[in-house]
């Protein structure tokens, strides 16, 4: 019998009943005969209209043809990296947000019906949207063996990388802007570098590599100039002959319909609008989902495709690709992406100046949408949808349609188009329907003014606090008279809440420039705006205030010609225009290579992205994949735990619990002669905080892991309230034993004795690391133990971590890594949960397991920087004068404090400042947070926070400029610390001096008060900040060995450092040439190993780079005294002859040193010094801010390599930037679960968030006597000078309550996030007039 298909050419499988069609290649006169794809049936039917059950696209040139053989669930990305075609695409946080899985994508544009490059994310786009696309990956551009791409180059030759984790999207990232716009302006490539998150670089020298190919580059000593276009489209053509044809793979198969059956799901990609019709009428009744873009689970996870049967790709639907403007306004297909919209209203001209601000209020709120890679795919209509199943999403579409009244067209599954409006759409039914179109009304000729508003926590790719739009038809004529019912509309207040009716209707047929009208409609607004705690983590105070400034800002601008010239500047928001930065230093020829700023050495290999991660390491024959099964409450037992259901799925080998600890081992990863108290492994009973390791799935798939570990059903017992607070532990009393505290002369004496005495607190928060690569651990079990692939800043504590635990002898575990994609202290000890849970599972399977840790799991399992709350109390003279300083200060060590003990703040709490008397007093809190922990500048950050608080404290008290007052308490030379080091060198006096004239301090603290007496809702403000950073030598052992091959004389190193990103490799490979003369490119560095570098601690402390430099020195020198002998026998004797000589006389040409320093004084060996100063404007009525300007100027000693160096700093004081300013944490009061642990809620600093005009300068003429070959620390100390940021947007914020004289002290804490700013600003509805 043959079944007959219906009109699309499906049929159901009689025995399944799948849908589909099988391969074409089985049609035959009409009649199909062929297997079920399903389950497998062998059956027949008739069919006229064939469709496709696969596909093809060009990955790098060459084609690819996709099937069934992966679920329409699995991405690019994966597919990527399963297939083994590109590693160098990375991947993080699975949901749009970082950037870093970036690909070029050659697409058919919409408008222009050509193909053209968008970068787009790997992560989101399922391999089934590819169909027809060219993909370019990072292998595609070039490598260091055939070639290596322009962009490529340049970004190695600019320093542009540290851990390189981000370098490959970076670059990509440019390649598709170039592609498209070949001689771009300086501000769109910073416009357009919005994609891709880099915690390490700081940004600036990444912008300045990509603009160095804009047509107005400056040299700057580095390569600069537009790219050829034939050298833009890869070296890899060249290679394979597989040169682009420009132009997408336009088959007749890619007329016809693709319908993909898995065992999962089905995939449809439609061609017509009837095609369309027919799916929905078939499957409207089943889990079916419509899919453009797809990244909208980025955002919301319960629209990821996994939830659904049957999806239906409408990219195949041409009809709805249309941009039609005629007299009565445009129409805009339902297909066009939000960058399609963007450059629609980008080209649009008028002559009209209330069009042109309408069009360029459009473009500005557009371009502050998501990033450029997630508006090359998504949809405006995709965006609507998502308000329509989630009313609480902030959607800034929205806002933007409702504001201009767009009318959204709407078919059923019959195919019968109807119009709605916006709210209409909203309560609608739209099961089987889907939007075809959005009409938006001509305001050519009109008097309406329209402006729609976004307020962000950060500058770029960051969801809006409140956005708003308003339209009005106005006659300016009659006072701004507003003729017809205005348009009031907001997202961000609550889930119901779109317009301000009754504000809309106060203001009907009344002046908007009188200020008796003003105030009654902003009291109007006050009083219906009620925003709820449901549609936001910010608090309802600011919304509805930021809500209330909105409309003043937009009644600001409509009225501009009477509002008071100093109100003016309210109205606009802060324009950025396009940064800069500048670096200073000096070098050393005669020492050269040493002290030579040269790029990094493996940086063109983490440019072309062959740098392999662990995350990269192909896998073994038997390897398996595991996952964390995490406690989702902070404080309680469990009752019950059954993983049956996971179990069962197909491919889930294993669960894990605390009872798998093998026979001999212990539930303890802190190595016991570190800890404080133990931590276990997995979860015996008692819960502590949310995100607590319970069990591992293992599994043979990793995607089969993580659905499994979602199945394990828990259930908890005794449930108690969390302490998820300092001021919480306080009240509690939950605390772990503190250190000693340190006191020093009579505090309590001086500070009564004092003319002044000031107490006060502040608080700083916590920071997750955002290192680009997660957690990871691969284990491979060998005949006596395990070797260990470990994602860890300390091989040592990892090896002893899993020793204990498996109960084996540590010399039986071999630890090893090569480079880490990020770490910033969180892989110091926070690894070893990682590694010990990996290896029960590798032991007890006895097969390699791998465990990374997914993003959403990393933040909320692992610990992050330790926060603090400082009380203190200050006794002083009138003059500013410290007598004596009294500081309680409480850490929030979360559940364990066992890496508290590092952190010495009371080597740090007195930064650069003398005073004779101090006590100082540590608590350690305990809370139900996960293991807090180091983080780069762990206590020394907080430290500086803290005494640059109260030195702005007591100077605001004294009424005294605050530099003069940190100028007259500075240490000057043979003073003593607090901790008991004497500053034998001590420059911090001249530097200051240097940094006052270099800065134009003075010059720029006179035009600062001329701009804000002249602007009343614009404040600028401006901090300098001395800085003492002692750097600790003492117990940094580290074991290296450099060995020397006889047969070429090439040179190997194994260090026990780990390369983080920091550049160590580069540095040693610098000294080695340095002491043994011989070329940099002979000398390689290996990874490193327990068994080459045992007994090496931790890499940290910003000392590693230079120690590890010590411990090459003495191997050089032990290298050199054993050949000199030899040596003196030969006549110049090239280096390859020395070295064949000396092995042929039995001469040991490997050496090995161990580093074993002590400090010169107590907390200290030396100390850096450095100076900044940070320039800040504010938007009063929004809170939101830029750092105009930051100057630093930094001793580092000899610097071995300055381009390094100035990257360390750079990257150090971006991130201090994101730690004072931008990022924080925000747990469940009841259950203790971090709310913040995705990518749309956590912000760490992006490229417009450094400062505008970024000055690095290198103290010149320095050496460091008490340094490896004279240079200084560099990696941390900048982070500390970023609280000169905080503080420079603290004296804007003085100079706004100034206006109305509410000048007094207050305290800033950290981290002083854009709604903290605007509510310290303590701006009233009433303050908000024309200011006449
Ligand atoms: C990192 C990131 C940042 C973001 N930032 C912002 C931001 O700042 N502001 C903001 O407003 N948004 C933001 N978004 C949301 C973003 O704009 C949307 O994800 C995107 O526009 C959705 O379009 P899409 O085509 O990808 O939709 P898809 O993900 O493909 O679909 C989303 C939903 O819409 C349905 N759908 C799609 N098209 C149609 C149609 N024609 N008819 C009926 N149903 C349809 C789908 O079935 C699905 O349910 C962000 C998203 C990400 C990932
Ligand atoms: S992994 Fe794709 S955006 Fe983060
Ligand atoms: S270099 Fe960008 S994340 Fe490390």
Known sequence: MSLKANDLGFVNCPVCRARHIPAPSNLSNGVYAADCLNCGHFFKFRTTQPVRSSFSFKINGQDVTVGNEFEPTTSLNEFLRKKGISYGTKKMCIEGGCGVCVVSAKIVDALTLQPRHYTVNSCIVPVYMCDGWEITTIEGLGNTRDGIHPIQQRLADYNGTQCGFCSPAQVMNMYSLLQTNPKPSKEEVEDMLNVSVCRCTGFRSILDAMKSFTPDSCSNGLPTGLIDIEELDGKICKKTGEKCQGKCSTTNEANKMLQIVTAGAQ????????????????????????????????????????????????????????????????????????????????????????????????????????????????????????????????????VIFEAINAQLVIADETGKESSYSISEFLALDMTGKVIVMAKIPSFNGTS?????????????????????????????????????????????????????????????????????????????LAKELIPDAETSLTPASYRKSVAISLFYKYVLGVCDSIVNKKYQSG?????????????????????????????????????????????????????????????????????SMDASLALSMPGVLKFLTSKDIPQGGVNNCYPERLLVI?????????????????????????????????????????????ILSIDGAIRAKSFFKPPDPLNVGDPDGAIAKSDQKINGQVYCGDQ???????????????????????????????????????????????????????????????????????????????????????????????????????????????????????????????????????????????????????????????????????????????????????????????????????????YQKGQKTPGGTTLTYCNIQPMVTQLESSADIATRKQQIETFNSANRWKKRGMSVMPLRFGIGWAGAQYNTLVTICNGDGTIAIFHGGVNVGQGINTKVIQVCAYELGVPMDIIRVKKTSSVSNSNSITTGGSITSELICMTVIECCKALNARMAPVKAKMKNPKWKDLVAKCYGEGVDITARYMSEPKDSSPFAHYSVYGVCAS????????????????????????????????????????????????????????????????????????????????????????????????????????????????????????AARKEINKDMYFTLNAPATVNVIQGNCLTDVTDLTFGN
């Open 768 to 970: 997750y690391h955002y290192q680009m690569e997660t957690q990871i651990s691969i284990c491979y079990p060998t005949e006596d133990g395990m070797n260990i692939l470990a994602g860890t800043q300390w091989i040592d504590g990892v090896q002893q971590s899993v020793g204990q635990v498996l109960g084996i002898p540590d010399s039986s575990i071999v630890v090893e890594v090569k480079r880490l994609g990020g770490a910033f202290g969180s892989k110091i000890s926070r690894n070893f949960p990682i590694s010990s849970a990996c290896a029960v599972a590798a032991h007890i399977l006895r097969r390699p397991v791998r465990l990374q840790l997914d993003f959403h799991t990393n933040m909320k399992m692992i610990g992050k920087r330790v926060p603090y709350l400082a009380r203190y109390e200050v006794g002083c003279t009138n003059d500013g004068k410290l007598n004596g300083i009294k500081i309680d200060y409480y850490a929030d060590c979360g559940t364990t404090p066992n890496d508290m003990s590092n952190f010495a703040m009371e080597g740090w709490l007195d930064n650069a400042y003398y005073c004779a008397n101090w006590n100082m007093t540590p608590y350690n809190c305990r809370t139900n947070k996960p293991p807090n922990t180091a983080a780069r500048s762990p206590g020394s950050a907080p430290a500086m926070f803290i005494i640059e608080t109260i030195m702005e404290h007591v100077a605001k008290t004294l009424k005294q400029d605050p530099l003069e007052l940190r100028r007259v308490n500075l």
């Open 267 to 398: 995939w449809f990609k439609p061609t017509t609008k009837q095609e369309l019709y027919s799916l929905l009428a078939q499957y409207k009744t089943q889990k079916y989902r419509l899919v453009f873009g797809n990244s909208a689970y980025g955002v919301y996870k319960d629209l990821g495709d996994w939830n659904y049967d049957v999806i239906i790709d409408l990219r195949g639907v041409q009809e709805y690709y249309s941009l039609i403007t005629g007299s009565s306004g445009t129409t805009i297909g339902s297909n066009m992406t939000l960058t399609n919209l963007l450059e629609y209203f980008t080209s649009q001209q008028t002559s009209d100046p209330a069009l042109k601000q309408f069009y360029d209020s459009i473009c500005q709120h557009l371009d502050l949408v998501a990033t450029t890679s997630v508006r090359n795919l998504g949809t405006w209509a995709g965006n609507l949808m998502m308000k329509y199943y989630h009313p609480e999403f902030v959607s800034d579409i929205y």
């Open 448 to 524: 309406n003014i329209i402006r729609t508003i976004k307020t962000m926590p950060r500058h770029q790719n960051a969801h809006t606090y409140v956005s708003a739009g308003f339209n009005m038809n106005i006659d300016a004529g009659q006072n701004y008279k507003v003729l017809t019912k205005p348009t009031i509309v907001y997202v961000g207040i609550n889930k119901t809440f779109t317009h301000a009716s009754q504000t809309e209707d106060y203001l009907v047929g009344k002046s908007l420039g009188d200020s008796t009208v003003l105030n009654g409609a902003l009291q109007t």
């Open 678 to 722: 133990e931590e276990e492994v997995f979860c015996s009973g008692k819960v502590i905080y949310a995100g607590q390791p319970l069990g591992l799935i293992v599994a043979e798939d990793q995607m089969q892991a993580n659905i499994a570990a979602g199945l394990v059903q828990v259930t908890y017992k005794n449930m108690k309230t969390p």
């Open 571 to 639: 109205s606009a928001g802060l324009t950025r225009p396009v940064s800069s930065g500048q670096q200073t230093f000096d070098s050393l020829p005669a020492e050269f290579p040493v002290s030579k700023a040269i790029p990094k050495v493996d940086g063109t290999l983490q440019t072309t992205g062959e740098a392999e991660y662990i995350s990269d390491t192909p896998p073994q024959p038997n390897e398996v994949y595991a996952a964390y099964v995490i406690s989702s409450v902070a404080n309680a037992e469990i009752d």
């Open 1175 to 1294: 320039e800040a404007e504010l938007d009063v009525l929004t809170g939101e801010y830029q750092i105009l300007r930051t100057d630093i100027l930094y001793d580092c000693g000899i610097s071995m390599n300055p381009a390094l160096d100035i990257g360390q700093a750079e990257g150090g004081f971006v991130m201090g930037l994101g730690y004072f300013l931008l990022e924080r944490t925000i747990y469940d009061p009841k259950t203790g679960v971090n709310l913040t642990s995705n990518t749309w809620e956590y912000h760490p600093p992006m490229y417009k968030d450094i400062p505008i005009d970024f000055r690095i300068n290198f103290l010149k003429n320095v050496s460091n006597p008490l340094g490896v070959l004279g240079s200084k620390a560099v990696g941390e100390p900048p982070f500390c000078m970023a609280v000169t940021g905080l503080l420079a947007v603290k004296h804007a914020i003085e």
